[in-house]
């Protein structure tokens, strides 16, 4: 495992020596605008000085809740020169959640949408904060409350607070299986190893530019989506919104996009789409990288036939590793495989011994390297739980081949254990999905007398698909699967609970199936 070497300390330095070494180049495109280097330093410099003079101090901890847009990539790297630390925020979440993490992370200031408005009013602990600035054109009528554009125009320049690699950068509050949700804790080094690891690993220059239409708040987004390209000296297409999906398409050709981040609802939906044939002829995507959940091989085998001169790359990851562990590398893939260690990781299967397993035995999968979280804001126990000797327990289940290729089982908490013997619901999921008709499904264990437990299927059909028979499907499963991972009941639903990145929330479906019983 060799060990990564890292071009900058912070992330203000890195847009700092970006804008000198390529001042004219595009940073940022958002819209019709374009937005060069230089012009982001500036914004930049300015946006810090309005920090710094209301009181921003380093380590204070500053919330973002906004949608994708320049402002919010502004405010990522003026927060890094004042030296506080950001703290992106799930804009799906409501008044009191969002209560909950200001106050968890005793964040100052708050940068907000206003497409986001209502949620920011109900917010007691929003309008307890020392300033709200707002992207959109919004103004609440008592001060400090100001838009970005008058924070641009009051701040003055000031020096830089240069912090090391070894400080923190940013807290992202993870969605978790249990209880509230936690903040891990992420240093520059932890960030940027997920920057240096991919620009090695996927041949990135500058001359590639990507485009960002996941919530940047998410981790995989702002480490790999945001944060890499600025590091690698590229550009970044900024969509605020994926709907129209296809003004997406017309931003990939316009802007000579060659590298595409996505969740697998998106590639579902783009293993679908009917693309004129000059997208199909003129695009120049060279890399398709699906992250945040398992990609469906029925999904991997339709967007690798659609697009022959793409490579489509699934990875895994989690945000206490910054997020990016490993992925499937250029020069091989291999299907249901999240692929080996990113260069300067180290992973392990391990036995509840932390005892390292021979390969091909499942266990559960831990990670050793530079991206791994320095710890849970304000929980030293969850953190010793989490944190072994350097090593991070994911809580994932998994095993490797012999090449070192990693193939994810299941989460650790959503095993099912049968009259003693374990079943792994992604299994199943696997082969449910591969059924036609079905969408999207999710196995969960619910309470037996008898087995302990027992697996229950939920489909969300595809609406575009043939309409899904339990019988016959039941029939599918038990010509792939053994009989006691057959799950004793099959439930079709409109639509399954999911985050924003699309992942199946599990600990959402079991309360509404509780919540049902009960009724």
């Known amino acids: 495992m060799g060990k990564l070497q890292y071009r900058y300390n912070n992330f203000y330095e890195m847009l700092f020596e970006q804008a000198h070494k390529r001042p004219r180049k595009k940073a940022l495109f958002v819209g019709d605008r374009a937005v060069p280097y230089r012009e982001l330093l500036d914004l930049v410099d300015r946006f810090a000085g309005y920090l710094h003079g209301i009181g921003v101090r380093p380590e204070d901890r500053v919330a973002i809740f906004m949608r994708n847009s320049l402002e919010f990539v502004v405010g990522i790297l003026a927060i890094s020169k004042v030296g506080a630390i950001t703290v992106p925020i799930n804009t799906f979440l409501k008044a009191e959640e969002l209560d909950y993490i200001l106050q968890d992370s005793g964040a100052k200031v708050l940068l907000a949408s206003a497409t986001h408005e209502k949620v920011i009013h109900d917010s007691q602990a929003a309008v307890r904060c020392r300033a709200i600035v ?112 296809s003004n997406i398409f017309k931003q990939i050709l316009t802007k000579r996009v060659t590298i595409f981040l996505g969740v697998p609802d998106v590639y579902n939906a783009l293993a679908k789409a009917k693309l004129p044939w000059y997208f199909m002829a003129f695009h120049r995507l060279r890399i398709f990288v ?133 079943i792994y619901p992604r299994e199943i999921e696997e082969v449910i999905d591969r059924y036609p008709g079905v969408g999207v499904s999710a196995v969960v264990g619910i309470p037996d007398e008898k087995s302990g437990e027992i697996p229950v299927a939920y489909i969300e059909p595809d609406e575009e698909g043939p309409a899904v028979d339990p019988a016959a499907l039941r029939r599918h499963l038990r010509e792939h699967l053994a009989d006691y991972k057959i799950p004793r009941q099959i439930h079709l639903v409109e639509s399954l609970p999911k985050n924003a990145t699309g992942k199946v929330l599990k600990r959402e479906l079991r309360r509404q199936i509780t919540h049902e019983e009960t009724d």
């Open 134 to 245: 707002w992207e959109g054109g919004l103004r609440l009528a008592e001060d400090p409350h100001i838009s970005f554009e008058e924070a641009f125009e009051n701040g003055e320049i000031h020096r830089p607070v240069m912090r090391t690699l070894d400080e923190l950068a940013v807290f992202f509050y993870t969605s978790g299986t249990t209880g509230k949700p936690k903040g891990a804790m992420l240093s520059y080094k932890n960030i940027f190893s997920n920057a240096q690891s991919a620009v090695e690993l996927l041949h990135i220059t500058p001359k590639d530019r990507n485009i960002v239409f996941l919530p940047m708040f998410h981790s995989f987004t702002f480490s790999i989506g945001t944060i890499l390209p600025l590091y690698a000296g590229m550009s970044i297409v900024i969509i605020p919104s994926v709907r129209p999906f």
């Open 290 to 422: 699906s992250g945040a959940a398992a990609l469906q091989p029925k999904t991997l085998e339709a967007m690798q036939r659609k697009f022959r001169r793409t490579k489509m790359l699934e990875g895994y990851g989690l945000s206490e590793s910054s997020p990016a562990v490993c992925i499937n590398p250029l020069h091989k893939q291999k299907p249901r495989s999240v692929g080996p260690a990113m260069p300067g990781y180290e992973i392990k299967i391990v036995d509840e011994n932390m005892l390292e397993l021979p390969r091909g035995e499942v266990g559960e999968i831990i990670i050793h390297g530079d991206n791994v979280m320095q710890g849970y804001l304000n929980r030293p126990e969850a953190t010793a739980e989490t944190i072994v000797n350097g090593w991070l327990r994911t809580g994932d289940m998994g095993y490797m081949d012999e090449e070192g290729y990693l193939y994810i089982v299941d989460r650790k908490k959503d095993l099912i254990i049968s009259k003693g013997i374990n």
